[in-house]
């Protein structure tokens, strides 16, 4: 099974920057796209931004453009999210997903909490 270890969340004032990251168990070879996801209270999970693995190319929802950046280190098998000039707006819990090249399986990371203070 893989593992996800998130790490990086917390509270910040609006406006201000955290950066996410996510560690997997899996062989980077084995990990065809990891991202991030978030869940407000009361909200369905939705998309932030997701990475290939393999090939670095990024996706992002559209009320994260030009604010966050995912990026990946694909020796540590490590995925980060740069989040900038964050609002009030983008608290939520934040989850790591993973999707396995060999099974297609999906796998989530036991999510972070962040919140943006006014």
């Known amino acids: 099974q893989v593992q996800l270890v998130e790490s990086g969340g917390g509270l910040v004032q609006a406006g201000g920057s955290l950066r996410l990251s996510c560690a997997a168990s899996e062989a980077s070879p084995s990990i065809s796209v990891m991202g991030w996801y978030r869940q407000a209270p009361g909200k369905q999970r939705e998309l932030v931004a997701q990475?290939?693995?393999?090939?670095?190319?990024?996706t992002y929802a559209d009320s994260m453009k030009g604010r966050f950046t995912i990026s990946r280190d694909y020796a540590k098998r490590t995925v980060y999210l740069q989040m900038n000039s964050l609002k009030p707006e983008d608290t939520a819990v934040y989850y790591c997903n993973l999707v396995s090249r060999i099974s297609g399986n999906y796998s989530w990371g036991q999510g972070t909490q962040v919140t943006v203070s006014s």
């Open positions: 990475i290939t693995f393999n090939g670095g190319i990024t």
